[in-house]
């Protein structure tokens, strides 16, 4: 469990697991989308491979990536509203 919260408590993983919240991607996907070089979003992935909030699938020379199951997109959502939330009230 601690594993999961260190592999949340990073904001490149939270853009990236937003990112697969609406759907699998390639890492060149991932790249375009979030900004970052391939080799941080690839070490990015792995990481939260390795916790279980991502899987992939290989399809030839391509992989592609999709969040493990429904329940880690609602905690994604959570997590997205929750610092909404809190950025809202630090503004006010």
């Known amino acids: 469990m601690l594993e999961v919260g260190r592999a949340l408590s ?4 939270l853009s990236l697991l937003t990112a697969l919240a609406d759907g699998e991607a ?3 996907e991932l790249v ?3 900004g970052s070089t391939q080799p941080n979003v690839s070490n990015h992935l792995a990481v939260l491979r390795s ?3 991502v899987a992939s699938q290989r399809s030839g020379r391509t992989v592609r ?3 493990a199951s429904p329940e880690v997109g609602n905690l994604v959502k959570a997590l997205v509203a929750v610092a909404q939330d809190g ?3 630090a503004r006010t």
């Open 65 to 67: 990536y999709e969040l």
């Open 51 to 53: 916790v279980g909030l």
């Open 26 to 28: 390639t890492v060149t």
């Open 32 to 34: 375009s989308h979030t």
């Open 10 to 13: 990073c904001e490149n993983r």
């Open 87 to 89: 950025e809202l009230a």
